[in-house]
């Protein structure tokens, strides 16, 4: 049996007074949730979050069941950015923190930002340009997994595609790993219509 996997990328039009621009969007990750990040979690299991974990209990179920870190795209013609959101109250994603990917290969991919965070609602959301070569990468290779710094308290948590049973998105590793290339894809999918139009 086939998985059918439900990652739509379109096109937004945001008005900024007269200037009107495009912009490709992962706008839904699956038909099941609104969300326009894919959601990932923290690996408990991980031997570099022993000390961490008991840190950030209040963060976790059956405390609390939303806690996590997402993670979508945006495009605006030659300039892309990654997301970031966080819902973690030691992980705020304030500036000179840093979020670093692991590949299954060995090969890193390092944000830090620049730029303060902003809080909507219980999250905290910040931004990093990231050029169309990395995007290639996220696409082509799969990631294991992801450290996040809060650089002022000097802390680290790792985590990636982990099972969270309130989770809606996806059920197993492998197909987080897959619907975050299909991401990915289909934001450079939609780039490269926008460059034709």
């Not at 590949?103 to 169309?132: C, L, S």
């Not at 982990?162 to 619907?179: C, D, H, P, R």
Request: glycine share 4%; aromatic share 12%.
């Amino acid at each position: 049996m086939s998985i059918t996997y439900n990652v739509k990328a379109a096109i937004v039009n945001e008005s900024i007074s007269v200037i009107e621009r495009f912009a490709a969007k992962i706008t839904q990750v699956t038909k099941n949730c609104e969300e326009d990040y894919i959601k990932t979690f923290p690996l408990q299991t991980h031997r570099k979050n022993l000390t961490i974990l008991s840190t950030i209990m209040q963060d976790l179920p059956p405390f609390k069941k939303a806690a996590f870190l997402g993670i979508s795209f945006i495009s605006y013609g030659y300039i892309n950015f990654i997301h970031f959101t966080s819902s973690f109250k030691l992980f705020q994603l304030e500036k000179d923190d840093q979020i670093i990917f692991y590949f299954e290969d060995g090969e890193t991919m390092e944000f830090t930002f620049h730029a303060p965070k902003t809080t909507v609602g219980f999250v905290n959301k910040n931004v990093h340009p990231i050029k169309d070569a990395d995007l290639h990468m996220l696409k082509d290779k799969t990631l294991d997994h992801w450290k996040i710094v809060n650089k002022q308290n000097r802390l680290h948590m790792v985590g990636g595609f982990a099972f969270n049973e309130y989770n809606k998105q996806y059920k197993s590793t492998k197909i987080g790993q897959k619907l975050f290339r299909l991401m990915a894809t289909n934001i450079l999918v939609e780039k490269e219509k926008l460059s034709k139009s």
